[in-house]
Structure formats: C-alpha cells, structure tokens
C-alpha cells in the first residue's frame, strides 16, 4: 500500500502563488508516475497535471497550463506542483495520485492506484 500525503495548500489571494507537494515514504515514489487532480465543490474531478515514472514526459491541463508546474525530487520521494497567478476558479481541493511504470502523460484517473487525502486550495481576496 502506498501512502501519499498532499500538503502546501491554503488561502491565497488572487495572483498569488502555492507549491503542493506530494510525498511518500523513501523511495516509495520510484517509478510511480504521479497525477494531480482537483475536485472544486459541486463539479467533477478534474486532471491537472502528470508526471511519469521516469520525470521526462509531463502534462498539464489546458485551464492551468503557464501557470502551473509539475516537478519531481525522487531524492526526496516528492513531487511538487507550483501552481503560479492563480484564480479563483482553482479553488478546490487537490489530490494526487499514484501509477506504476506510468511513462506517457496524461493518465486518466481511473487508472491510478494510489490516491491521497488531500489538501485545500482557496483563492479570495
């Protein structure tokens, strides 16, 4: 069982910037491929950012893309997501994902095995 942890979220106001990061025990993430996703109240899950197994092929969603990066650190068995200029429209609470030897970006949801618990993002002035 791989356990995943979200943390980094929070309130920020419109414009402002927040760095998720995913973690799991050492090296638990090697060659998992790690999904983003976001669930904003009363609306589907959403896809927002993958990153393979190996850390060189990623995706991000349309509705995020300059303004969000995913990145990897298997050193420290992370994954960050740097989400930059944010709205207000991402709001919502984000949830990573896990999926071994997943090498091509992105990867739907149902195909992920391990899931975190997530971690609240609020953007307001």
């Known amino acids: 069982q791989l356990q995943l942890v979200e943390s980094g979220g929070g309130l920020v106001q419109p414009g402002g910037s927040l760095k998720l990061s995913c973690s799991a025990p050492?090296?638990?993430?090697?060659?998992?491929?790690i999904g983003w996703f976001r669930q904003a109240p009363g609306k589907e899950r959403e896809g927002v950012s993958c990153?393979?197994?190996?850390?060189?092929?990623?995706s991000v969603a349309d509705s995020v893309k300059g303004r969000f990066t995913i990145s990897r650190d298997d050193t420290k068995s992370v994954v960050y997501l740097q989400m930059d200029n944010l709205k207000p429209e991402d709001t919502a609470v984000y949830y990573c994902?896990?999926?071994?030897?997943?090498?091509?970006?992105?990867?739907?949801?149902?195909?992920?095995?391990?899931w975190g618990q997530g971690t609240q993002v609020t953007v307001s002035s």
């Open positions: 994902a896990a999926n071994g030897y997943g090498s091509i970006c992105p990867i739907p949801a149902r195909v992920y095995h391990y």
């Open positions: 990153i393979n197994y190996r850390g060189d092929n990623t």
């Open positions: 050492k090296h638990s993430l090697d060659y998992n491929a």
